[in-house]
């Protein structure tokens, strides 16, 4: 529809041309830009997913720590019975049983991890110029912590030896990955823990796989934003491992609505760089198709 307007508001060629690359450019800024801003809608579908399994645990807590403590009840006056037949001393009998429903009790505490993806120039100091605001959030990395804060990592997906790499200044490797072809890549961690705080075993495992992750960095389809994507997906994985099997209907749409937005975000990741040489092309050919008008 937006051809066919131009088509007939202009009748030469060269106008025609020029509207259509305008309003193409138009289009693929207004994309960039959607891609570029995360959508609020898978989010907000997994969390409202997430705070009804919350709900649920919660009350299977409360039910278990009411039955824990009638246990303790009994288990404290069946002690003060025995002591009081046997002469062996109550705190040897009273004393294992609030200790082992002090550790029943703490054992049901559900470990949650939490993440944010955060866009920021990957380099010392900031850009400037009229396109610093295209470049100032160009690379993203994932902030990850536990849901006490006592244990962290921030993660990112950069070029091996970050700005030492040839990418950044040899003009060969940059035609060679805008073709599609990948180079090295790392996964370089972060990590911040409060002193005296526990270790998060959630935490050590997503460290693990992100460790391992593939460090073949592809423009197309491996780079910084779908390995944050990905990364996001194991953060959930891991967060509904230990859900209450009871409330299984808020576990498979937490799980779907995390499926979807990995979809979207991996779509996303894969659109944005090819805008690049695809601008350029379209740029290419408006101006060769209107100088061979003339």
């Given amino acids: 529809f937006t051809f066919l307007s131009f088509t007939r508001r202009y009748s030469r060629p060269v106008a025609m041309r020029s509207a259509i690359a305008w309003r193409a450019a138009f289009v693929l800024w207004a994309t960039w830009c959607t891609v570029k801003d995360r959508t609020s809608l898978f989010a907000a579908l997994s969390q409202r997913s997430f705070r009804r399994s919350r709900a649920a645990e919660s009350r299977q807590l409360h039910r278990r720590v009411g039955m824990l403590t009638a246990c303790a009840v009994a288990r404290n006056h069946a002690a003060e019975a025995c002591a009081s037949e046997e002469e062996l001393g109550s705190s040897g009998s009273a004393g294992p049983a609030a200790g082992s429903d002090r550790?029943?009790?703490?054992?049901?505490?559900?470990?949650?991890?939490?993440?944010?993806?955060?866009?920021?120039?990957?380099?010392?100091?900031?850009?400037?110029?009229?396109?610093?605001?295209?470049?100032?959030?160009?690379h993203q990395g994932i902030s990850v912590k536990t849901s006490d804060g006592s244990d962290s990592v921030f993660m990112d997906f950069m070029t091996?030896?970050?700005?030492?790499?040839?990418?950044?200044?040899?003009?060969?490797?940059?035609?060679?990955?805008?073709?599609?072809?990948?180079?090295?890549?790392?996964?370089?961690?972060?990590?911040?823990?409060?002193?005296?705080?526990?270790?998060?075993?959630?935490?050590?495992?997503?460290?693990?796989?992100?460790?391992?992750?593939?460090?073949?960095?592809?423009?197309?389809?491996?780079?910084?934003?779908?390995?944050?994507?990905?990364?996001?997906?194991?953060?959930?994985?891991?967060?509904?491992?230990?859900?209450?099997?009871?409330?299984?209907?808020?576990?498979?749409?937490?799980?779907?609505?995390?499926?979807?937005?990995?979809?979207?975000?991996?779509?996303?990741?894969?659109?944005?760089?090819?805008?690049?040489?695809?601008?350029?092309?379209?740029?290419?050919?408006?101006?060769?198709?209107?100088?061979?008008?003339?």
């Fill in 103 to 138: 550790g029943a009790s703490v054992s049901l505490g559900r470990e949650v991890l939490s993440c944010r993806i955060k866009g920021f120039y990957p380099f010392p100091g900031t850009p400037s110029g009229p396109t610093a605001w295209f470049f100032r959030e160009m």
């Fill in 160 to 294: 091996k030896d970050g700005p030492a790499h040839p990418v950044w200044w040899d003009e060969g490797v940059k035609w060679q990955v805008l073709l599609g072809q990948s180079i090295g890549g790392e996964v370089r961690m972060r990590n911040s823990s409060r002193e005296g705080g526990r270790t998060s075993s959630k935490l050590e495992r997503l460290r693990s796989i992100a460790a391992s992750y593939d460090s073949d960095l592809n423009l197309y389809s491996n780079n910084c934003r779908i390995f944050c994507a990905r990364m996001h997906r194991e953060v959930d994985r891991l967060n509904h491992e230990d859900a209450d099997p009871a409330d299984g209907t808020s576990k498979t749409m937490a799980e779907f609505a995390a499926d979807a937005r990995l979809a979207f975000d991996v779509v996303g990741a894969v659109i944005l760089p090819m805008m690049y040489p695809a601008s350029a092309i379209f740029i290419c050919w408006s101006c060769l198709g209107a100088a061979g008008s003339r």
